[in-house]
Every structure is written in structure tokens, then in C-alpha cells.
């Protein structure tokens, strides 16, 4: 018996066993429901940031494929943890809600038509987000506050009366706001991630610098960039043209022309001196017209990875990269960068 209670405390000790206090001052919970990966990475930021503004602990939701991602499957915890309090979804559905979040009390909140009502699970990914949680809600309340009113929804929603603000998105804009883009570095590849990064940065390229691009150029990019005409701010396009921008978007910035990718291509491939480049892409490559222009001598990869964010840890440590001004998935390549000070440029505009 000595021996087991011995065990027990060692891994109580070392962690292998977690312990969670409830916090007093509530908690925030919410769907990354919004898009793809770069759509949510922008939404978790700034979900991140409010968070904080309300002095809650941050449920960490997870990512969104075609199930629920575990955030730490793709995240490290402890790096945000040093901005704020977070614990994961999981963790909190385990250990915390039986007993203070327990079935029969669980309120959903979300934005609804003046008058009207909303739905917490409706449709995919919300109703899957919430199911893979076990998660159902006994009564729904429309939002009465707006999320960059702090004050008022601390006001509104007192923790001892809403101890968990189950939120049917993220209370975020999109794109990221100006002033949560320095966040970006708490958001720190999983050890799992970060190794298969650098394995095929060393299968690649030997280790040795490269340029990075990114190309959106499938159908459906191209109908999306028709609605950017005559837009002075389009989609992620604050990444390279600013958040107080009064011009309308350069013709080639959402859908570049092949002329744009191999001009800019070569520029920077013949300033930066790498023998390799890398090209993550949605549709078109362009990988012969590349080695058309830039010769045998550089080494010219297209990975199409199984995980779409293989590429984003790739296009990260690049040398140098060029990416879509418009595409979120591009800005989660440029915010790390930006808080690396590292250089990117942009198609139809640098």
C-alpha cells in the first residue's frame, strides 16, 4: 500500500497525472467554425485575445478538418500559457464540466436577427464540433453584447451566474485584428508537427536555405477574387496593404498572372542565391514554368503534404517567402515570420 500511494504522489509530482482547479472567474468556450485552417488560426488569436480581455481561462477548441483536431495534437499548451490561462477541451470536458458544467446546465450563446433566435448546432461544423464533445445545450441566449465590448459583456455576463460562455463561433474578427497579430508568438508547432517540418526540410533540401511560395490559383480562388475589385480591404489583404488602407486592391494581388509569379519568383531567387525553392499550392504548381525561367541548377519541390499546415511550417522557415496577399492561409505563414523578422513578399506587390 505504501509503495502505491508513493506512485501515485511521483505522478502526481511529475504531471503524468493532471490536477485543475476550477477558476472563479469562469471560463470561455467556443467552435473554430469559420473556413479552413488559416480562417481559424486568424479566429483563435483574436478568440485568445478576448479571453484575456475578460479575465476567463480559454477552453482550447479544437481545429476543424472533417472531425475535431485536438488543439496539442497540432499545438504546444505551455507557450500560451504564458499570455494567459488555457486548458485544453478535452481536459475541461474530463476533469472540470461533470461536476460545474454538468448536463442539465449547460447555456449556449450566440449572435441572433434583432427579435430573433439562433442555434448553437446547426448544420456542420457546428453541430459536429459540439457532438464530438458530447456536448448538447439546455437552454440558448442571444448575445446581448458585442465581443470588443468587454465591459459590457463582463457586465452582462458574470461569471457566477454564466460560469462558462459557451459561444456558438469565435469572438474575433476576421482577419486578425492589428493588435492581435503579435500573439502569434505563444503559437508554437506540436513536437510531432515540428518534427516532420524539419524532416522533410532535411530530405529537401539538405538543410540548406530555400525560398518559399505560395500559389491559390484553383477555380474557386479565382471566382473569390472577382468580389475583390474595387475593394480597398478583401479578405486577409491587411497582411501586406495595412489596416488604415484607402486604395482599392491591385489587379494582381488576389489572382496573379503567371507573368507576376515568375517575375517576382526569379527576383528573389536570384537576390537570395538558394539552389532550392518550394511551392505549396491549392491547384497549379507552375512547376515547369519555373524551371523554365530559372534553370536547371535550382531545385525545384512541390511536397503536397497529407496535412496542409506541413506546408505553412515549411513556407515559415524559409529564407525568403512569397505568398497571396489576400489568402489567410498565406497570413499564417507571414504573422510567424513577422515576429521572426524574417522577409516575405507579395504576389502583385512587392
Known sequence: ??????????????????????????????????????????????GLSFTKSVNRTLVLPAFRT???????????????????????AEDFMAELAPEHWPVGERTGFCYAPRGGTCEMKNGNPFTNFWDEYGVDFDEIHPLQAYYADTQNFMDLYPPDKYPVLALRGAPAA??????????QKYIQWSDKIQDEIDHHI????????????????????????????DQMRY???????????????????????????????????????VKHLFIATDQKNLMNELKGVLGSEINIVHLDPHLP????GILQKSEHFIGNCVSSFTSSVTRDRLVKEKPTSFWGYS
Open 235 to 273: 479578405m486577409a489583404s491587411p497582411q501586406c496593404l495595412g489596416y488604415k488602407n484607402y486604395e482599392k486592391l491591385p489587379a494582381n494581388l488576389c489572382y496573379p498572372s503567371t507573368t507576376e509569379v515568375l517575375r517576382l519568383t526569379k527576383k528573389v531567387v536570384e537576390e537570395t542565391k
Open 309 to 312: 499546415i506541413i506546408d505553412i
Open 174 to 183: 476576421f482577419p486578425v485584428a492589428e493588435k492581435d497579430v503579435p500573439l
Open 66 to 88: 472533417y472531425k475535431n483536431i485536438p488543439f496539442d495534437e497540432w499545438f504546444k499548451v505551455e507557450p500560451l500559457e504564458e499570455y494567459h490561462k488555457v486548458i485544453l
Open 202 to 229: 532535411h530530405k529537401l533540401f539538405n538543410d540548406d536555405p530555400y525560398v518559399g511560395i505560395h500559389l491559390r490559383n484553383g477555380a474557386d480562388w479565382e471566382r473569390a477574387c472577382e468580389h475583390a475589385k
Open 1 to 46: 500500500m505504501a509503495l502505491w500511494i508513493w506512485i501515485v504522489t511521483l505522478l502526481f509530482v511529475t504531471g503524468i497525472i493532471a490536477t485543475y482547479e476550477w477558476d472563479e472567474n469562469g471560463y470561455v468556450f467556443f467552435c473554430l467554425c469559420m473556413g479552413r485552417f488559416g480562417n481559424q488560426a486568424d479566429h483563435f488569436l483574436g
